[in-house]
């Protein structure tokens, strides 16, 4: 792994600057994945075969963005504490298809909640809104602020603030509200995925851009940014 991907490592944990296209962790021999790298780098500093890296949370293989990983079993159990408890704080950037916004949509500096009730298919990987009493739904909460739009690309960038963590939670409930991440061919509407293809967008526009939590041994809060590299970022101020 590139050091440069490094954001801050300790005796007790390591963040990192996942790569959208690489997983948090495969099975899939010959592939490559974030603990992969992470237990190469760490053995190669450390002169050890097999370090420990303790996978505290995850990020989907096309998602850009941060991660940590403990170092110590303490460490590993004092994070997962922190994730169980929401005190572990994540942002996102994303990039949604602008022609539809409604003007309340984009007004600056305004935040709007989504709360959806989320059930994961396991056959087909996929996640779906259903009715609050559907069996096996779960409730999901994020918050969004449009932060600046195109009208000559027809996009807008968007930051989210997750208050719960479901599988494909920002793809699902963003879709469902009307407003599609360009990139994103399982869950976004038909105009979206056309906007995609005549912009050339075949990543999904999505990047876990912060990330804050307490730090497992100190106590210390610690809020981690990086600034998105994928290209469809690049077009924005931000």
Request: aromatic share 6%; with cysteine; charged share 25%.
């Amino acid at each position: 792994m590139d050091k440069q991907r490094i954001i801050y490592e300790d005796k007790d944990i390591i963040v990192c600057h996942k790569p959208a296209g690489i997983a948090t962790q495969t099975a899939k021999v010959g592939q490559r994945d974030m603990v992969s790298e992470v237990s190469n780098y760490l053995a190669g500093c450390q002169n050890q075969t097999k370090p420990y890296v303790g996978l505290v949370h995850r990020l989907d293989q096309p998602v850009e963005g941060i991660l940590v990983f403990a170092r110590n079993s303490k460490a590993a159990g004092e994070l997962s504490r922190q994730m169980t408890a929401n005190k572990m704080k994540k942002q996102y950037y994303a990039v949604i298809g602008a022609e539809d916004l409604k003007a309340e949509d984009v007004a600056a500096g305004v935040e709007r909640t989504l709360v959806d009730y989320l059930y994961k298919d396991g056959r087909t990987n996929t996640s779906s809104v259903v009715v609050k009493e559907h069996q096996d739904a779960k409730r999901a909460e994020l918050s969004y602020e449009i932060v600046e739009q195109q009208t000559e690309t027809g996009l807008a960038l968007v930051r989210i603030r997750l208050v719960t963590g479901r599988h494909h939670q920002i793809r699902v409930q963003m879709s469902h509200a009307g407003m599609s991440l360009v990139g994103d061919s399982k869950y976004a509407d038909e105009k979206t995925k056309q906007l995609s293809k005549r912009l050339g967008i075949r990543q999904i526009a999505l990047c876990a851009y912060q990330l804050s939590f307490e730090h497992p041994v100190t106590g210390k809060r610690m809020q981690l940014q990086i600034t998105p590299e994928s290209r469809i970022f690049q077009i924005f101020s931000v």
